[in-house]
């Protein structure tokens, strides 16, 4: 009687509380340890160009170290990514002054020979870019040992006119003939600033009007004070 009336329903109940503990721990470890796969999936994954941040789920903890994946992932990628900017603009920026000196040394070999005063104008302008180059690779050298970038800022004491009127001789070795370059100035210009950095803006300009500027046509550089600032401006045909 016993055993039919108390021991059964004991042994059943136990039975069926086991099988919902059993259910219940299956429902929480899954609820915890899916959430965790994904991160390590997208770990293992990475790097990948189509990697999505993952979408937090699970207790609190898991969630909070889904977003600090999330975050991590975007930090890298955005790093990676300066990386690849940073190394295709130096390359841009190396480019400009080979192109010049090359342009030089064709002129020195065709006419200047012959001519200590176009020797001396084009040495002077191979230096000139020479340093340039020298300033870059520094800057390079600099960034692999800094991790914070605002340290490479530096301040010059920048002569704009003759800035400029190295630029407008740049543009005009850049163009090998095929444009007529202008410059327009106030000659009283100076500022404080990165020369180097200001130097690559405005070459970047001036290099852009040459690329997409028909033969035959005008490119004038412009530098004038407005309002109290200093605007530079390219124009072209």
């Given at each position: 009687?016993?055993?039919?009336e108390?021991?059964l329903?004991i042994?059943?109940?136990?039975?069926?509380?086991?099988?919902?503990?059993?259910?219940?721990?299956?429902?929480?470890?899954?609820?915890?340890?899916?959430?965790?796969?994904?991160?390590?999936?997208?770990?293992?994954?990475?790097?990948?160009?189509?990697?999505e941040?993952?979408?937090?789920h699970?207790?609190h903890?898991?969630?909070?170290l889904?977003?600090?994946f999330n975050s991590?992932?975007?930090?890298?990628?955005?790093?990676?990514?300066s990386?690849?900017?940073f190394?295709?603009?130096v390359?841009?920026?190396?480019?400009?002054p080979?192109?010049?000196i090359?342009g030089?040394l064709?002129?020195?070999?065709?006419?200047?020979?012959?001519?200590?005063?176009t020797?001396?104008?084009?040495l002077?302008?191979?230096?000139?870019?020479?340093?340039?180059m020298?300033?870059?690779v520094?800057?390079l050298?600099?960034?692999?040992?800094?991790?914070?970038?605002?340290?490479?800022?530096?301040?010059?004491?920048?002569?704009?006119?003759?800035m400029?009127?190295?630029?407008?001789?740049?543009?005009?070795s850049?163009?090998?003939?095929?444009h007529?370059?202008?410059?327009?100035?106030d000659?009283?210009?100076k500022?404080?600033?990165?020369?180097d950095?200001?130097?690559?803006a405005?070459?970047?300009?001036v290099?852009?009007a040459?690329?997409?500027?028909?033969?035959?046509g005008?490119?004038?550089?412009?530098?004038?004070i407005?309002?109290?600032?200093?605007?530079?401006?390219?124009q072209?045909?």
């Amino acid at each position: 009687i016993f055993a039919d009336e108390f021991l059964l329903p004991i042994i059943q109940g136990g039975l069926i509380a086991l099988l919902l503990s059993l259910i219940l721990a299956f429902v929480l470890s899954r609820w915890v340890a899916d959430p965790l796969q994904r991160v390590v999936l997208a770990a293992r994954a990475y790097p990948s160009e189509s990697l999505e941040p993952i979408e937090p789920h699970g207790p609190h903890e898991v969630q909070d170290l889904t977003r600090a994946f999330n975050s991590m992932i975007a930090r890298v990628q955005s790093s990676q990514q300066s990386q690849r900017d940073f190394v295709a603009n130096v390359s841009h920026e190396l480019r400009t002054p080979l192109t010049v000196i090359g342009g030089f040394l064709e002129t020195l070999a065709e006419e200047g020979a012959s001519d200590p005063e176009t020797n001396k104008w084009a040495l002077t302008l191979m230096t000139d870019q020479t340093r340039r180059m020298q300033r870059l690779v520094e800057d390079l050298l600099t960034l692999s040992r800094l991790e914070d970038s605002e340290n490479l800022v530096r301040e010059d004491n920048i002569n704009i006119p003759a800035m400029l009127r190295e630029l407008c001789q740049e543009a005009e070795s850049l163009s090998a003939g095929h444009h007529r370059i202008g410059l327009n100035l106030d000659t009283k210009t100076k500022l404080m600033g990165s020369m180097d950095d200001l130097r690559s803006a405005f070459s970047n300009l001036v290099s852009n009007a040459i690329r997409y500027t028909a033969e035959g046509g005008d490119i004038t550089l412009n530098w004038e004070i407005r309002d109290g600032q200093g605007v530079f401006s390219v124009q072209d045909s």
